[in-house]
């Protein structure tokens, strides 16, 4: 079983208890952020392994958050998944730019994502 | 008369204060109701996130008051739109257990409009079997909303069996309310594609024709292309129009011939032929070089334009007819030039 912490960011509740059963089912210990502004503080506060992030939030929007975690020293190599709608190939490719590891289009399903999750965190030399 | 002038001063008084306490008590009653419905949220949001995340988890206990069962109604709603696949699935199954799918059937009885527009679509997003019998009902709604969004969820949920019942829905309502029919097309398209042949069939209305060929096209998928070859040759140049689009999204170098043929005919009014001439462009098959060519020559501007971008589009032999242009006479060279600048 793993015990990496993971940072969930949604402004929906519903998707993040989604993704956060998920994940728990999964082993992860999971820490949730509604906003931005609370994820780049949680980003700092809790030293998550890696981070999903919805693309569109208010406030900060993925992106922002994003720009912000690469610009920190101690969150600039900070695994990120991001949830996008369907078909937005800008967003892909805008997030590939600025760094994002993984990407989950929406609909989505929670189960591939707990999948991405873990080969984000494997790459990035996690070992459960 | 002074009495009177009191007596009424006196009753629009009471009738102010009454207006007034009325108003406070709704607020009150709906401030009240709104922190309930907070307050039961995270349950409901945990109910549904644990029967997606464990499929062989029992159904949990039918909620029994109303409210518990329309926050969870609610939150399931929310989870349909954000799932896909098996997981969306157990959402369903969560909302048939829980006697939900059966009261929101239950609400498309009701006298207000809104209320069975809302449950039409809460029943049309459900995706559940067990709604078709009171989604078919609606489709003789009164209103055409609820018979729309009937129609788009029938299509969904049962395109074979329901598939005509729903394009006659949409042939019904494709004049005033176009958007919505083009929906349930578009619906239909996806979950059975040779439905659609149904709503571009000829003896079917021009809006509903008009909107399948659109449709068609929207939908992007190589197996659709047969149909829309088929409606080039149709007498309503609208279709026509729409199926070239339709082929030059799709890309179906097949059908670069037959829209040669539209792209050179006469008797088609000049938005017909351009949109055929942009196909060939979009496909961007070199064997029609020659047409694109002759169509350059055109008397028509918006046609010779196409034309331009079309032989730039479709490669070498395309540029190099546009060179030759270059040098021909100056309304034929302002259109080569510019593709070639551009």
């Known amino acids: ?128 | 008369m002074i009495l009177t002038l009191a007596d009424a001063a006196t009753g629009g008084a009471v009738a102010v204060v009454f207006v007034f306490w009325f108003i406070m008590a709704e607020r009150c009653s709906g401030a009240s109701s709104r922190r309930r419905d907070e307050r039961l949220r995270p349950a409901a949001e945990l109910t549904v996130a644990t029967s997606v995340v464990d499929g062989n988890a029992a159904p949990p206990p039918r909620p029994t008051r109303s409210a518990e069962r329309r926050v969870l109604r609610d939150a399931a709603l929310e989870a349909l739109i954000e799932l896909r696949g098996g997981e969306r699935r157990r959402v369903t199954e969560l909302l048939e257990s829980a006697g939900l799918v059966e009261d929101t059937a239950g609400e498309l009885h009701s006298r207000s409009t809104t209320r069975r527009r809302l449950a039409a679509d809460a029943l049309a997003q459900m995706e559940s079997l067990a709604a078709r019998p009171a989604l078919e009902a609606r489709l003789a709604d009164r209103d055409a909303e609820v018979r729309l969004i009937a129609a788009r969820g029938l299509a969904a949920l049962a395109p074979e069996e329901c598939g005509d019942a729903v394009v006659e829905v949409a042939e019904r309502d494709a004049d005033a309310r176009a958007d919505r029919a083009a929906n349930v097309l578009l619906a239909l398209g996806v979950s059975n594609p040779a439905a659609l042949a149904r709503a571009l069939a000829p003896g079917r209305s021009p809006a509903i024709r008009r909107l399948a060929a659109s449709v068609l096209g929207e939908l992007r998928a190589a197996q659709h292309a047969p149909l829309l070859r088929a409606a080039l040759g149709d007498e309503d140049d609208e279709i026509v129009a729409r199926a070239a689009r339709g082929l030059g999204a799709i890309g179906d170098a097949d059908s670069s011939g037959e829209l040669a043929d539209v792209a050179l005919d006469p008797e088609r009014p000049p938005f017909v032929r351009a949109a055929a001439t942009k196909a060939i462009g979009a496909i961007g098959d070199a064997g029609v070089t020659r047409s694109l060519e002759w169509q350059l020559r055109s008397r028509f501007w918006a046609l010779q334009e196409e034309a331009a971008r079309a032989l730039l589009l479709v490669g070498p032999t395309g540029r190099e007819a546009l060179e030759r242009a270059c040098s021909d006479r100056a309304g034929v060279r302002v259109h080569a030039a510019g593709a070639l600048q551009a």
Not at chain 1, 9 to 37: F, N, P, Q
Not at chain 1, 83 to 100: F, H, I, M, P, Q
């Open chain 1, 1 to 128: 079983m793993s015990s990496a912490k993971i940072l969930v960011t949604d402004d929906s509740s519903t998707v993040r208890r989604l993704v956060a059963a998920r994940l728990a089912a999964d082993g992860y210990a999971v820490v949730e952020a509604e906003d931005g502004d609370e994820a780049l503080r949680l980003a700092v506060s809790e030293r998550p392994a890696l981070v999903v992030l919805d693309k569109v939030m208010p406030k900060l929007d993925g992106f922002e958050v994003v720009r912000a975690l690469r610009s920190r020293a101690e969150t600039k190599h900070l695994p990120i998944v991001m949830l996008t709608e369907r078909d937005a190939e800008g967003d892909v490719l805008e997030g590939l730019d600025l760094g994002v590891d993984e990407y989950m289009p929406k609909p989505f399903s929670p189960r591939e994502l707990s999948a991405r999750v873990a080969r984000a965190l494997a790459r990035n030399g996690y070992r459960p």
